[in-house]
């Protein structure tokens, strides 16, 4: 993953970004970082800094708002920079599921992701009969998991099995996601509305999101979601899906935490989860030329 941090001469806030970013790569061996200087608004364009420090992933800025140009102005954050969790969570340890590049597997997996869309179900064994070579390597990739008799089992963001997070699209379909993070994408994904609800682990009790038009609506508004320090450390369906979860509250979350102290993590709040959720998966359907663009 290559990470790159464009500024201005002298910015202010340069220093501070690089030691969150410091901090939310440690022990990383497969990530480089770079910084580079922009001083010309035809260069900040050409580049794409939105303003300095702007964090670039892979050539994708994840914190890019809608509106927003490239200029050499002062980048305005929520928090004056992204914490070290947003870092961690929104760009490094996810591994940003962009469909592939080889057109045989980018169009099995597209047609994979739309079948549970449709149906609520991936496509039955005979559909895929002939895709058996596709599939394993979509499989190694990640970016599908199947079970031992070579049936899917998990496309991400979706599980073909029940799980603690439900999303009902405005089709009427109803689909059972990964994790709370892959249940706030799949609305991006498929550019529609839907209602999720996730179960607190801890109290059973609904956490239910609204989504509308691009507007995720959270009840309790009290709700945080637990970023698992374990993704990119093995197959996500086996290191920290089972792990990422909405609460109710940050002291629902935390009883959580006590009680799995060999768990590492961070809690998110509502937009960090949202934000995770539509950068991971908001261009996962896209036309391959698309994707290239962004």
């Known amino acids: 993953m290559k990470l790159r941090i464009l500024t201005v001469p002298d910015c202010p806030n340069l220093l501070v970004l690089q030691q969150h970013l410091a901090e939310a790569v440690a022990g990383r061996d497969d990530v480089t970082i770079t910084t580079e200087v922009v001083d010309t608004a035809e260069r900040a364009a050409r580049v794409g800094m939105n303003g300095s420090p702007t964090l670039l992933v892979d050539g ?25 969790a947003e870092l961690r969570a929104a760009v490094l340890a996810w591994r940003a599921r962009t469909a592939p590049a080889e057109p045989a597997e980018r169009a099995l ?21 002939r895709s058996a070579p ?41 689909v059972w996601a990964m994790c709370a993070i892959d249940a706030l994408g799949i609305p991006a994904m498929l550019d529609t509305d839907a209602t999720i609800t996730c179960a607190d682990p801890v109290t059973g009790a609904d956490v239910a999101i609204d989504v509308h038009n691009g507007q995720y609506a959270w009840n309790p508004d ?14 996500s369906a ?16 935390r009883i959580w935490m006590r009680e799995h102290p060999c768990t590492p993590g961070e809690l998110l709040d509502a937009v960090t989860a949202e934000r995770c959720g539509r950068h991971i998966f908001g261009t996962l359907l896209d036309p391959a030329d698309d994707c290239r663009k962004s």
């Not at 994708?60 to 070290?84: A, I």
């Open 238 to 253: 086996d290191v920290c899906c089972n792990d990422l979860n909405a609460f109710t509250s940050s002291a629902t979350a």
């Open 60 to 84: 994708v800025d994840p914190f890019v708002q809608p509106g927003q140009v490239p200029s050499l102005s002062c980048r305005l954050y929520r928090d004056g920079v992204p914490s070290v």
């Open 222 to 235: 009290t709700a945080v979601v637990f970023s698992s320090a374990a993704t990119g450390t093995g197959p």
């Open 134 to 174: 596709v599939l394993a390597r979509l499989h190694d990739a990640d970016a599908i998991r199947l079970d031992p008799d070579g049936a899917i089992r998990v496309a991400y963001p979706f599980s073909a099995i029940p799980t603690r997070h439900r999303v009902r699209l405005a089709s009427g379909v109803e």
């Open 109 to 129: 997996l597209q047609a994979i992701l739309r079948a549970f869309a449709a149906t609520g179900r991936p496509p039955s064994e005979a559909e895929l009969q």
